[in-house]
């Protein structure tokens, strides 16, 4: 028996699509959903699932800015042998893509007893969303948003993907939402802040569900409901990015704040109450 269903499989990719790159928390819904279902959220092989489903999401970024990322790639590539060429932006951002992800990369394997174990709790869940929304409220109020995609520099790279480190050990907090504050803090826009967010999200979310894969497939999940959940969540996330573009082109994060406050203290009384454990 599968530990995950083929129609629990669709409902968290459909909640892994949607949120994976809203500043919302993907893990928090997930876990969320789970514990609703019945689901041991703390189980390596539903952790192992949660990360594997990822890859779906990232397929869409990959999709979606299939442009961007061919001009960057080929970019580095000419670097590499034309000394010219290493003074392109596309050159140098490729390298601090590369540079940035070493951070979560070094935590991800060093505290990975914690994140799949005390850390992997609908308590930690519930506060992180919380604190989360305090520092992107503070950050989208603070920051002058004067600073477009090409004003980037490696100092911003390494500081916005090192902030990834933050959902990996707090889930709740999400990464979307840590990188994204963190970029507004250093006066980014908030559709470069969003934009870098993705390409720094794809290394990081790739090589994560590409590790977990192994657990995930040798444990109690089985082929089906991941391949189900990864499609699902491909689609869902590829429609999401679209709409989170044009929303932030014109509206600030209060909404996202206002609505992962509400989840939060939802959360709290869930399990205060005993509903979810």
Do not use: C
Not at 23 to 39: A, R, W
Not at 54 to 65: D, S
Request: glycine fraction near 10%.
């Amino acid at each position: 028996m599968s530990a995950i269903s083929l129609g629990q499989a669709v409902i968290l990719g459909v909640v892994e699509g949607v949120t994976e790159f809203l500043p919302v928390s993907s893990t928090g819904h997930l876990k969320i959903v789970e514990g609703i279902m019945g689901i041991p959220v703390d189980d390596h092989a539903v952790v192992g699932f949660s990360a594997v489903i990822q890859v779906g999401a990232i397929a869409a970024v990959l999709v979606y800015f299939r442009k961007d990322i061919a001009r960057i790639v080929s970019a580095w590539f000419r670097g590499l042998t034309n000394r010219e060429e290493r003074y392109h932006h596309d050159y140098r951002f490729a390298w601090w893509v590369i540079a940035a992800t070493i951070p979560i990369v070094v935590v991800g394997l060093a505290a990975k007893p914690l994140i799949q174990g005390p850390l992997a709790s609908l308590w930690v869940v519930a506060a992180s969303l919380i604190v989360g929304s305090a520092v992107m409220w503070a950050a989208d109020q603070m920051g002058r948003h004067k600073r477009g995609e090409d004003d980037t520099s490696f100092k911003d790279a390494m500081l916005v993907g090192g902030s990834q480190t933050l959902a990996l050990l707090f889930p709740g907090f999400s990464r979307s939402g840590a990188t994204m504050s963190t970029a507004l803090m250093l006066d980014l826009d908030r559709v470069a802040a969003t934009r870098l967010s993705f390409f720094l999200g794809i290394p990081a979310l790739t090589g994560a569900g590409l590790y977990e894969l192994k657990d995930a497939l040798g444990a109690s999940v089985g082929a089906a409901p991941l391949a189900v959940g990864t499609v699902v969540s491909f689609a869902v996330a590829y429609a999401s990015i679209a709409w989170l573009l044009k929303f932030v082109a014109r509206h600030s994060f209060n909404a996202f704040v206002i609505y992962r406050i509400a989840i939060g203290l939802l959360l709290f009384g869930l399990l205060v109450t005993g509903v979810l454990s």
